[in-house]
């Protein structure tokens, strides 16, 4: 059993800064990639930024030199820094994970997983 719970979501001044987690916890193996999807109010969810298990990153443009996704490796917990917030970054972001579950051979399976999701609303 697999959980990704998300925090650190709010509201903020557009300029502002917030920093998101989200901790991964149950039985799992090995974490293949971490990332962060957002979806916005009548708009598809979209990506984000993602940690590959390397520590490579890649961020959305409209995010690049803005957000920061680091990793806890000891903790499965990703983070999120978001700075200098723009309104049109309001969105439910959720956080994702490709990893493989399961405490013993037979019962491992890859896929992915997703959390609930933490609302950022950048606003006046």
């Known amino acids: 059993q697999v959980q990704l719970v998300e925090s650190g979501g709010g509201l903020v001044q557009p300029g502002g800064s917030l920093r998101l987690s989200c901790a991964a916890s149950?039985?799992?193996?090995?974490?293949?990639?971490m990332g962060w999807y957002r979806q916005a109010p009548g708009k598809q969810r979209e990506l984000v930024a993602v940690?590959?298990?390397?520590?490579?990153?890649n961020y959305a443009d409209s995010v690049k030199g803005r957000f920061t996704i680091s990793r806890d490796i000891a903790k499965k917990t990703v983070y999120l820094q978001m700075n200098s917030l723009k309104p049109e970054d309001t969105a439910v972001y959720y956080c994702?994970?490709?990893?493989?579950?399961?405490?013993?051979?037979?019962?491992?399976?890859?896929?992915?997983?997703w959390g609930q999701g933490t609302q950022v609303t950048v606003s006046s």
């Open positions: 940690i590959t298990t390397g520590g490579s990153t």
């Open positions: 149950g039985s799992i193996f090995s974490i293949n990639a």
């Open positions: 994702n994970a490709d990893l493989v579950s399961g405490s013993s051979w037979f019962t491992r399976i890859r896929d992915d997983y």
